[in-house]
Structure formats: C-alpha cells, structure tokens
C-alpha cells in the first residue's frame, strides 16, 4: 500500500522560505511522476510542481522562478523548496503520485501540510 507523508509546513512572513518534504513508503517509486499540489480555502487544488521519473520539472506560472522540486530516489523522498513566499501561497499542500492500472489513473495523496504566509 502506497503511502505519502508530507512536512515541513508551518508560518512564515512573505519573503521567507520554507522546504516541504513528502516521505513515500510501499512501493519502489523510482520510475513514478512525483508532484506537489496546492488548495486555498475555496479554491480548487491546483498543482505547482511536478517532476517526472526521468528529472524533467514543470512549475505553475505563479510559482515559476521561486520553487523548485527535487527527488531523492534512494530515499524515495520529493521536496519542494519554496523561497520567496507570497501570502497568495497560503494553502495546504499535498503530494501526489499517479499510476495508470489497466489504462486507469488512479492518485495518491498524502494528508497535506500547511503553509500560512503572513504579509
């Protein structure tokens, strides 16, 4: 059973950075596509970052220049280093992999961490 635990979450002032980590457990995850999404209260989850297994990343257009994903595949671990934070950043955020069965995409989450990004 694949499992994601996210952290790294917490307060910060605009300006200032924060590392999210998610731990990912059950399964070998060196070939999956790893991703970070984002949901602020009321707005639908959006994703920011993602990076495939072959090392090729893509960024929202807000986060562009400011976050960066990383993979750590002996440890099975992605990051998301986040400088620069603005307080539209506030949301929790959540790991994500997808895996395809039989031609159907089936996601998994972590429980989320939470980022608040005082002005």
């Known amino acids: 059973q694949v499992q994601l635990v996210e952290s790294g979450g917490g307060l910060v002032q605009a300006g200032g950075s924060l590392r999210l980590s998610c731990a990912a457990s059950?399964?070998?995850?060196?070939?999956?596509?790893m991703a970070w999404y984002r949901q602020a209260p009321g707005k639908q989850r959006e994703r920011v970052a993602v990076v495939t297994s072959g090392g090729t990343k893509n960024y929202a257009d807000a986060v562009k220049g400011r976050f960066t994903i990383a993979r750590d595949n002996a440890k099975n671990t992605v990051y998301l280093q986040m400088n620069s934070l603005k307080p539209e950043d506030t949301a929790v955020y959540y790991c994500?992999?997808?895996?395809?069965?039989?031609?159907?995409?089936?996601?998994?989450w972590g429980q989320g961490t939470q980022v608040t990004v005082s002005s």
């Open positions: 994500n992999i997808p895996r395809s069965y039989d031609g159907t995409r089936h996601d998994y």
């Open positions: 059950g399964s070998i995850f060196s070939m999956d596509t």
